[in-house]
């Protein structure tokens, strides 16, 4: 599984970004896929995630709830995030990430979001 990351750029605050992430694989539609976010000098942090059961559930990390939405398009192999009402604690390199059944084992290689007060 290979992931592509894509999207980001510097927006003011209150701004808005989507984030794309291509994937490989001809399951798609069966991986769970997330997005991880890692600021400097802070450890890595999940940010949101779809799973493929039950109609596409997601879940959001409570600092995002209600700014971000997480979706995706199996036709394309594609996972979006659009980030809404974007702050400056947004700030860091955004990650997404592809769980098979084991947890999230593949990664891509981040896209740079920043934020400006």
């Known amino acids: 599984v290979q992931l592509q990351a894509s999207g980001g750029g510097s927006v003011q605050a209150g701004g808005s970004l989507r984030l794309t992430c291509a994937a490989s694989?001809?399951?798609?539609?069966?991986?769970?896929m997330g997005w991880f976010r890692q600021a400097p000098g802070k450890e890595r942090e999940f940010v949101a995630r779809?799973?493929?059961?039950?109609?596409?559930?997601?879940y959001y990390a409570d600092s995002v709830k209600g700014r971000f939405t997480i979706s995706r398009d199996n036709a394309k192999n594609t996972v979006y995030l659009q980030m809404d009402s974007l702050k400056p604690e947004d700030t860091a390199v955004y990650h997404c990430?592809?769980?098979?059944?084991?947890?999230?084992?593949?990664w891509g290689q981040g896209t740079q979001v920043t934020v400006s007060s």
């Open positions: 779809i799973n493929w059961r039950g109609g596409d559930s997601t």
């Open positions: 990430a592809a769980d098979l059944g084991t947890g999230f084992t593949y």
């Open positions: 694989g001809r399951t798609f539609s069966t991986y769970g």
